[in-house]
């Protein structure tokens, strides 16, 4: 088997703009929560925001994704009021400052959320619980846009009890296909929908294992694929094992590595999207990818 795949050949549309999938692009994460366990609330203020984004442009990013709720395992929970004054002066500043071709996801379950965000200039929604939501499914096909729909298992305070599989690849996969069925006969288009292996959630080590290594059948399911580990807890186990000392003890930036390299392994088993908060070093790493497959007939 060649070491290098062409990515699978998907499209999305939002607005006026269509994003070629056949080609790698890296989603820049912008976290506007005080909490946020990665960068805790250093850009929660709008011109911080709006830097961050114009420099994660810069650095190769293509989409931008913007969430005003901590996802993490017993993060506070927030409420729609705050979360949408997180998330939409963001939105409209951005497309102010950074103009109308950058992609912005917006990471939300909430439907009052996202519809705010989509009305200041949103294009894409990236959910964690898969449109569970009330009224989140209908939004989603009423407004008409790409929606990444993500693997998970209970709530973020729940996950980690239910992180059981007799075969964890399957089994994603199989819940993936049931909520794509659901979604869609709820009116969701299924050329809108994107998924989220989910990783980082209701999945433990070896889940991580095994479903990294066999990303590539989930390309089975037809539809593109979004990857995001960035800076996840299951890296700093990676890194705990490598029996080396001075790498086994790092702080949350310091898995950037290891995260790049796991975005490399997803790319060449056909995520097209890959979700960082280091865009400059996973951009090195596209380039080295990219580069090479052209050289590979």
Wanted: some cysteine; aromatic content about 6%; proline content about 4%.
């Amino acid at each position: 088997m060649s070491l290098f795949q062409p990515l699978p050949s998907y499209k999305i549309s939002s607005r006026d703009k269509t994003l070629d999938l056949s080609q790698p692009h890296i989603m820049g994460i912008l976290n506007v929560t005080p909490d946020s366990f990665s960068d805790g609330g250093q850009f929660t203020l709008v011109d911080k925001a709006v830097a961050h984004c114009q420099q994660m442009i810069n650095e190769g990013a293509t989409i931008i994704d913007i969430g005003g709720e901590s996802t993490r395992p017993n993060a506070d929970t927030v409420s729609t009021a705050e979360e949408m004054q997180r998330v939409v002066p963001v939105v409209r500043a951005i497309r102010q400052h950074c103009g109308e071709d950058i992609w912005l996801s917006i990471d939300t379950s909430n439907p009052e959320v996202m519809n705010a965000a989509f009305d200041a200039g949103a294009d894409i929604w990236n959910d964690v619980r898969a449109l569970k939501r009330e009224g989140a499914t209908a939004l989603a096909a009423e407004l008409d846009i790409p929606i990444m729909l993500m693997h998970m298992r209970g709530e973020p305070t729940t996950m980690n009890n239910l992180a059981q599989y007799d075969d964890v690849v399957d089994e994603v996969m199989s819940e993936l296909t049931t909520r794509i069925e659901e979604v869609t006969s709820l009116g969701v288009k299924r050329e809108n929908i994107i998924i989220d292996p989910g990783f980082g959630f209701a999945k433990d080590y070896e889940h991580h294992c095994v479903l990294l290594s066999q990303l590539k059948s989930l390309q089975a399911l037809g539809l593109p694929m979004m990857f995001g580990i960035s800076r996840k807890r299951f890296l700093a186990e990676v890194l705990s094992k490598s029996g080396v000392e001075v790498v086994a003890t790092t702080k949350v930036v310091d898995r950037d590595v290891v995260g790049t390299a796991a975005g490399l392994f997803a790319l060449q088993q056909g995520a097209s999207i890959i979700r960082t908060h280091n865009v400059a070093m996973m951009q090195q790493a596209v380039a080295l990818c990219s580069q090479l497959s052209a050289y590979h007939h």
